[in-house]
């Protein structure tokens, strides 16, 4: 139950970051560079700021290129938003594969949801939260279905030995 708990939070926190710039969405990253455009004032501002060609960025704009990781964290700099959030998600969206995707997934999923996981893990009120908050981790850390299947079924476990008592 904490489990569902935590992750409806870490949920919220992460629809609240996505409001933080009116109309981005996370798949389109034009709207995150339009965004910054608006911040400081212009495409030629933009472009002076972050040393960044007005072409290029009119090809990401224009949908004809995908945003660098590079150029999301800087954008993500300028509008006051996690830069690493922004890096992880770009590079989860131009994946080629779907093991990289899995991989870069993952490292955003960390950085966003559990980059606090070890304050989580001071803050916890038992050791039956503890273990959960730790399953949680090495799920999401796991780099192959096997290690992912192997702690999700020490987590069923868990949290079956503790509806049980």
């Known amino acids: ?15 609240e970051l996505r409001q933080k710039v009116d109309g981005f969405e996370r798949s389109d990253f034009a709207h995150l560079v339009r965004a910054a455009i608006q911040k400081v004032g212009g495409l030629r501002e933009l472009s002076r700021q972050l040393d960044w060609h007005s072409g290029a960025i009119s090809e990401v704009l224009a949908g004809k290129v995908r945003l660098p990781p590079y150029r999301a964290g800087q954008c993500a700099t300028v509008l006051g938003l996690d830069p690493n959030e922004l890096i992880f998600e770009s590079l989860q ?3 080629k594969t779907e093991g990289e995707r899995r991989y870069w997934f993952g ?3 960390r950085h966003t949801m559990y980059g606090g996981v070890g304050k989580q893990a001071r803050e916890a009120k038992s050791a039956h939260e503890l273990a959960e ?19 999700k079924a020490r987590l069923s476990e868990l949290e079956r030995s503790e509806s049980t008592k």
């Open 1 to 15: 139950m904490a489990a569902k708990k935590k992750k409806a939070e870490a949920t919220g926190a992460v629809q």
């Open 93 to 95: 969206h131009g994946a």
């Open 107 to 109: 490292k955003w999923h």
């Open 133 to 151: 908050i730790l399953l949680q981790q090495l799920i999401v850390d796991s780099t192959t279905d096997e290690d992912r299947a192997y702690w």
